[in-house]
């Protein structure tokens, strides 16, 4: 766990995604919550150290499961998109059990865990903004379209943090397999004219602002190859085996995920030709 700013801490190192507090004088703020249980009770007992007046409110900042199955261990009303809700109401159930049968093998210890999560419902859902004032310290929680149709931004104007879920990735190729991407672009042009100084990404270390202006690159140029491929007359399969191999070079795949990214690329290329096939 690290302070990354006056009582704002964030935790890198929880299975699945990011997760940050927000410490005010009435309760503490969570940005997200960690998806294993045990992981869940770990972040719980530190909150409980960082805030004497408990936990005031649980902001999710997309209908993953990596960010909202631990919501259930945490006592306090969540606050997420309505599309977050719409989407925990239809599939929680099921995405919980994919879950559990995932780490069944590997982990099982885990999926046992696992088996006592509730799935819980927003309590507060909104679908552009709201603001939140505890104590001395205002939050403000926007709408940041493009990565997924419900992800929102958490911004802090007091340290100028921004929680900005998988909206800002840094040396790593987003997924935009669920994107759209033109909105996106317009997500980051907007951060990028805010006062930000420290950005915290849903996955790896909290970055400065400038991180913004290569995701906008990497975004507008695999929409500028696609797009030339299209106009060519190529098909969507002739469209991925032409860009992908270019795509690929930005960022060296982990060990042993050298297949998982090519399919990862995959998605999101087929996603922006169909974009552009429907014209946006």
């Keep these: 766990m690290k302070e990354i700013a006056n009582n704002i801490y964030v935790e890198t190192g929880f299975h699945g995604a990011n997760v940050g507090a ?15 249980p045990a992981d869940a009770w770990r972040w719980l007992r530190r909150i409980a150290r960082l805030s004497k ?57 885990t999926a046992a865990d696992l088996a006592d999560v509730r799935i819980v419902l927003p309590e507060i859902t909104l679908t552009d903004g709201l603001a939140i004032h505890k104590g001395q310290r205002a939050i ?10 419900a992800t929102l931004g958490v911004y802090v104007p007091d340290s ?21 991407s033109l909105e996106w672009l317009q997500s980051l042009e907007r ?16 970055c400065p602002a400038s991180a913004i202006a290569p995701l906008i690159e ?34 060296p795949a982990p060990a042993g995920a050298k297949d998982a990214l090519a399919r990862q690329v995959r998605a999101s290329i087929e ?10």
């Design 22 to 36: 927000i410490i005010t004088e009435a309760g503490a703020v969570l940005v997200d919550t960690p998806m294993i």
């Design 53 to 109: 007046e408990g936990i005031a409110f649980v902001i999710s900042t997309d209908y993953s499961p990596v960010r909202t199955l631990g919501n259930c261990f945490f006592p306090a009303p969540s606050i997420a998109h309505e599309n977050t809700w719409s989407e925990i109401k239809a599939h929680g159930e099921a995405a919980l059990q994919r879950y559990i049968e995932h780490f069944k093998e590997k982990e099982p210890k």
């Design 140 to 149: 403000e929680i926007m709408y940041l379209g493009g990565h997924t149709p």
């Design 160 to 180: 100028k943090v921004l929680f900005s879920s998988d909206v800002v990735a840094t040396e790593r190729h987003v997924n935009l397999s669920q994107a759209q």
């Design 191 to 206: 951060l990028s004219q805010m006062d930000i100084e420290t950005i915290v990404p849903g996955h790896g270390e909290p």
């Design 218 to 251: 990497y975004i507008t140029e695999m929409r500028r190859q696609v797009q030339e491929q299209y106009q060519s007359g190529n098909s969507r399969r002739e469209t991925v085996d032409k860009v992908r191999a270019t795509m690929l070079e930005r960022f």
């Design 271 to 280: 996603r922006v030709y169909e974009e552009i096939r429907k014209g946006s």
